[in-house]
């Protein structure tokens, strides 16, 4: 059997490259992968150990794709590393376990992944701070630079010989692999007695890397490219209202509060001030809006002229307040003066419904590309029909009544015996009571007497539950789904199955563990008993028979993998690299609280996180900081605003991974969810 040539793969992979990803003027332009038009694509490339070489750095071969693999596992480890690294600096962790002696990770674990200290194992390279992890990605990546840079002209014919290669060097990939590379050469060869803060940041960039994977990623790069295309017009109108209403609530603020005593902030003020001890009442504030402290002992200095200021003492510092206002929040709002509370209520009236405008726009437009898409792909799951849910039983099915097993099938399953329904509701009934003696079982003060008749209560109704799990595995055999050998343990794994099991299995492990069945007090002591006990809510689950709600989400997530991996990389990715700048900027903030909420990068992404979600519990940020939560309100405001304006049928995707595209792709899926007559009793 003849060995394909490089160029035969190559052209075999170009039906899933185009299926992958579509070619945008946005990706036409900027990407360094792909970026060519067809009429531009160097396709009469001899086959040569260049086009090998190609080949496999384009992940068109089988060694090409392990290659791929590794860079992938190999950039996780470095944001992994980074992430975790931020943990063990002394200076802003004080942990026992994260000091650099007689902590978790001394001085060996610090040069082999984190690099945090000059003076580690690796000293004697006398390249400043680094790690074996930091070189040897540096060595890899150093490399693949230079042999994509070699074969640039077999990409495209625009990137031959010398000027070619210059041509080559500021497309986005080529940025994006220089971003990961070049700021640890300057570190250890040009700035080496220099701690730039921001070039670990940059290292996080190697994130983009993982959007050469098989071009899947860089769909959501030409998502936005056709939104914007399609949507520039009335899309420039809505931002000219919005930048418009941003400018003016700023400047009513400015003129509201600029002499309001309440909205003083000493919270940044030097050592020499107690902030905690500042009576702002006794502050004075001048005509040209600088706050003088002194008289409330905190004078000021030549270093610091003004260690307390008004947070509304200028437009530019008014409208960092006024847009966390337009997202919705309103940090100091017990502050606001008269004035400033109509400004407040006219912005919660008025310009939020404005300002959402540019979001819902963009939200209808990725709804319209999508929907494109699917439709010039000719959909396959879209073709199938609408989602159908018939539970875990055969629809209709009825068994012989003859058999005993039959019977109990036709009782428990079918629900066609008389008295079949009636035991189903007292089984739901018994449910719902469980639930709530769970809650009161967690109640401080509870009687003993109580408690007995709240364990008694539960004995019974697992032992109920216990039998009719029994009965149902029993039965289960009779329904053509499971009538063969290893069909009972096929049903075992079902959904509803595994939620019988549930109803009864966490008390049967208290059991174990404790060793107490009645008991007059709960005993809160032990937290395994406690995480034992609450799962006995899961229980709840076993509505899922009538609703169908969860069987039928997993069908749509499995209907629309592709979108919801694009847009999960894209907010993970915009998650993670806002936490890690927020990091770098926030972590010696003057304002101990916002410093303290950024001393690591873990403690970073809690509160990226929740300004993802729409929230903003701090405000004091220095300016890097305020243009960045600034970006991620707009995004919050994106996804929560823009997501009302998609038709969905459930609310179920969370702000995060709200963005555009899965939120409308789940949407029309749900839209199609039908439930088979008489399946809600399967």
Not at 73 to 83: E, S, Y
Not at 203 to 219: A, C, I, P, S
Not at 366 to 392: W, Y
Request: with cysteine; net charge negative; proline share 4%.
């Amino acid at each position: 059997m003849p060995v394909p040539t490089a160029l035969e793969l190559m052209s075999g992979s170009a039906d899933r490259q185009e299926a992958a990803s579509e070619d945008t003027p946005l990706l036409a332009a900027g990407r360094g992968r792909g970026a060519s038009s067809p009429n531009t694509t160097a396709t009469s490339t001899p086959t040569t150990s260049r086009a090998n070489l190609f080949a496999f750095l384009e992940a068109k071969t089988p060694a090409g794709l392990k290659y791929e693999t590794f860079i992938i596992v190999l950039i996780l480890i470095n944001v992994a590393a980074f992430i975790a690294g931020s943990l063990f600096i002394p200076k802003y962790n004080t942990e026992a376990w994260a000091a650099r002696d007689g902590g978790i990770c001394g001085n060996l674990c610090d040069s082999l992944w984190f690099g945090n200290f000059g003076d580690n194992a690796l000293q004697f390279l006398g390249i400043g701070s680094t790690s074996v992890l930091e070189i040897f990605t540096v060595a890899v990546f150093t490399v693949e630079y230079l042999l994509r840079l070699c074969t640039a002209d077999l990409e495209d014919t625009r990137y031959q010989g010398w000027t070619g290669r210059l041509r080559f060097i500021p497309t986005f990939f080529s940025m994006i692999d220089l971003a990961s590379t070049v700021p640890f050469y300057i570190d250890s060869f040009i700035l080496t007695h220099s701690d730039i803060e921001a070039s670990s940041f940059l290292r996080m960039f190697r994130l983009l890397r993982m959007m050469r994977v098989e071009g899947r990623y860089d769909t959501a790069l030409t998502m936005i490219d056709d939104v914007y295309r399609q949507q520039k017009a009335v899309l420039g109108t809505a931002l000219f209202v919005g930048v418009t209403t941003w400018m003016t609530v700023s400047a009513l603020y400015y003129t509201a509060e600029r002499r309001n005593l309440d909205m003083i902030y000493c919270g940044a003020a030097p050592d020499y001030c107690n902030a905690d001890t500042i009576n702002v009442q006794d502050c004075i504030i001048d005509e040209w809006g600088i706050t003088n402290c002194t008289a409330a002992g905190c004078p000021g200095t030549v270093e610091n002229p003004e260690p307390c200021y008004n947070l509304f003492n200028s437009i530019p510092m008014a409208s960092y307040y006024a847009l966390l206002n337009l997202f919705g929040e309103f940090p100091v709002a017990t502050q606001h003066s008269s004035a400033g509370q109509i400004v407040g209520t006219l912005t919660a009236v008025v310009a939020v419904a404005v300002f959402a405008l540019p979001a819902g726009i963009i939200g209808n437009g990725f709804e319209d590309v999508i929907a494109a898409r699917k439709a010039a792909n000719g959909n396959a799951n879209r073709a199938a029909g609408p989602i159908v849910e018939e539970g875990g039983m055969t629809l209709g099915f009825v068994a012989n009544d003859r058999t005993r097993r039959g019977r109990v099938y036709n009782f428990l399953h079918g629900l066609t015996v008389p008295g079949a329904v009636s035991f189903d509701y007292f089984i739901n009934a018994l449910v719902v009571a469980t639930a709530f003696t769970f809650m009161l079982d967690t109640v401080y003060g509870v009687s003993g007497r109580i408690h007995v008749v709240l364990d008694s209560l539960e004995l019974i109704s697992v032992t109920i539950f216990t039998v009719e799990y029994c009965l149902r595995l029993y039965s289960a055999g009779e329904d053509p789904k499971y009538n063969h050998a290893g069909g009972r343990l096929r049903y075992m794994t079902t959904f509803l199955s595994l939620v019988d099991l549930l109803s009864f299995l966490p008390f049967c492990l208290e059991v174990f563990w404790t060793g107490k069945v009645i008991t007059a007090r709960s005993d809160s002591s032990s937290t395994w008993s406690n995480l034992v006990k609450s799962l006995r809510l899961l229980r709840i689950l076993r509505f899922e028979r009538y609703t169908h709600a969860f069987t039928s989400f997993d069908d749509v997530i499995s209907r629309n993998l592709d979108v919801l991996t694009v847009t999960a990389f894209s907010a993970l990715l915009l998650w993670i690299l806002f936490a890690a700048f927020l990091y770098i900027t926030e972590r010696d903030n003057p304002d101990d609280e916002v410093a303290s909420n950024y001393s690591t990068v873990p403690n970073s992404m809690w509160v990226t996180l929740l300004n993802l979600a729409g929230e903003s519990p701090l405000c004091q940020y220095s300016g890097a900081g305020k243009v960045a939560t600034g970006i991620l309100g707009l995004f919050a405001t994106g996804c929560v605003k823009g997501a009302d304006t998609i038709p969905l049928s459930y609310k179920t995707v969370d702000s995060l991974t709200c963005c555009y595209s899965f939120a409308s792709a789940v949407s029309l899926e749900f839209q199609s969810v039908s439930w088979a007559p008489g399946s809600k009793r399967l």
